[in-house]
């Protein structure tokens, strides 16, 4: 039995999955949830050699670009996936993770059991990925490893609740080591010195590639230079080249390392909004001459507060130089505020631009939308935000404040949380401070 019943394949129904558009669909329609382990190799094999490096390529099946995935949804009683973060100012985000509860009654996720068909694979990074098939298009909602496999017994219960724990391939990404020295050379964008830390073959020289299907990589505006450090994370490594330009990296929700630009990662750049969902109380918002589809919220949480204000903000460039900008009439109003952000940037005059950049987005504390909960059922724009979104991406929210004031907020995802039972799927997403244009009108002086 279908762990999510679907409802959606019916006559006149259109989905294009590559542009998010829809025909024919109601309220009764839902998405078929499924879980999937990897049929193939896993990271800790029997010939391991722990006097080196583990690979993150070919040798670590858990990267294989198409996988073999086994359905193993039957007994799931419930999935919450989390990815992101809530302090957008880190700009790299934690590891993903997911937390899947199984009914097993007949003890195939224990790992002693030798007649169980997963035997042998009920252990750590073993590949797994959880997929919605909605409107005859599969679309992952996590790909990672697992991590941890806890078995609950309780007397005189027919099922033991088995917990599992997994987490996404960011966590590759932070075992993982680089020699900085030898990656890259000085006058490269940010787009290759992030392609090559990821082909980087590590300090002992053995690690493969990241596989080519699993990266997506923006052009970089920033040039950075050599890195005089030896020995980093390579997870470090690459939020340095992110910082260099102020774009953003993470992992995708299918496994995929994503490099954001300036200008993708800092939504209405030039004052230009172009959300991918929208919110508000009915099923459709107006803005300007166009309607939209729009999702029915649950819960909406704003805040106005100095979490992420910034009215002084210093760049490090490649050498320890500061260059920064300040804006003293914030300052005067607020207090000083500072930000300090560390890249492989050439000079302080480099420095100082990308300090004015990150500012105009920083300086003063607005009203903005924090988190937004919804049930995937309430509306088809609900299910679709639910199923498609992914961090980095924005989202349109009206509501009608008691008194008749009506407010709107702009806000980029930075975390995406889903819980799943068999009852009901709720999506909460937790926003970055909104979209800033830094380019309308300099404001402050440099330091």
Known sequence: ????????????VIYNSLDHTYNGFTTADKPVVRVELDRGGYLYEADYDYEFEASYGSAAAILDPIPDWEDIT???ASIRIRRGTENFLIRQPEAGSATIIFEDPDSRFLPTNTGSPYFGRIEPAVGIRVVADWSDAETVLFRGMTQKWQQNFKAAQENTEVVLTCTDFTQLLYNYRI?????GSSGDNTQTRVNDILSDSGPNGLRPAWPLALRNVST?????????????RVLDALKLVADSEWGFSFMAKDGTFTFLNRLEANPGIGGIANPDYFFGEASSVTIGPDTEPAGRYEM?????????LANVVEVVDAFGNIGGWKYTDAIDT???RVLQVNTLLADTSAA??????IL????????????????NSSTIAATRAAVLSELAEEVYVRNTAPGGVTVQFFGTIAEIEHEINRDFWYTTFTFSPGEFDPFASTVGEPL
């Open 1 to 12: 039995m279908a762990f999510v019943t679907a409802t959606y394949q019916q006559a006149g």
């Open 74 to 76: 039957a007994t799931v």
């Open 179 to 183: 020699d900085m020295t030898t990656v």
């Open 220 to 232: 970089g505006y920033s040039q950075v230079e050599q890195d005089s450090a030896e020995i980093f």
């Open 300 to 308: 909406i949480e704003t805040q106005s507060d100095d979490d992420t």
């Open 334 to 336: 607020q207090e000083e």
């Open 352 to 357: 100082q631009t990308l300090a004015l950049f």
């Open 360 to 375: 105009q987005g920083q300086y003063q504390p607005l009203l903005r939308i924090r988190r937004l909960g919804f049930y």
